[in-house]
């Protein structure tokens, strides 16, 4: 049974910076592409960062693009997200997810299998 569990949400003012973790449980991350996915209410759930399994890629999505970092640690089996100069538009629900054994990581949602339960990110003016 895999289970992926997010962490480190919050409130914070526009700014700020925060770091997400995802700890997953019955997988060896490091075999695996894990991305994190956002939603905002009433906007339809977008991609934010994803790593390959052993960092073989790295992508972020535009709006995030030099300010978010996502990063491994393999010793913990936790992938990370590093927001910085967080703003306002940044506020949603932010999800981990967890894609097939050896893959790069996608965009897409449809490409990961396991899901976590999103942490709550939100950013004050």
């Known amino acids: 049974q895999v289970q992926a569990v997010e962490s480190g949400g919050g409130l914070v003012q526009a700014g700020g910076s925060l770091r997400l973790s995802c700890v997953a449980s019955?997988?060896?991350?490091?075999?695996?592409?894990v991305a994190w996915f956002r939603q905002a209410p009433g906007k339809e759930r977008e991609f934010v960062a994803a790593?390959?399994?052993?960092?073989?890629?790295?992508s972020y999505s535009d709006s995030v693009q030099g300010r978010f970092t996502i990063s491994r640690d393999n010793a913990k089996n936790t992938v990370y997200l590093q927001m910085n100069s967080l703003k306002v538009e940044d506020t949603a629900v932010y999800f981990c997810?967890?894609?097939?054994?050896?893959?790069?990581?996608?965009?897409?949602?449809?490409?990961?299998?396991?899901w976590g339960q999103g942490t709550q990110v939100t950013v004050s003016s």
């Open positions: 019955g997988r060896t991350l490091s075999r695996y592409p």
């Open positions: 790593v390959g399994w052993r960092d073989s890629s790295i």
């Open positions: 997810a967890i894609g097939g054994a050896y893959a790069m990581g996608s965009r897409f949602p449809s490409e990961y299998g396991y």
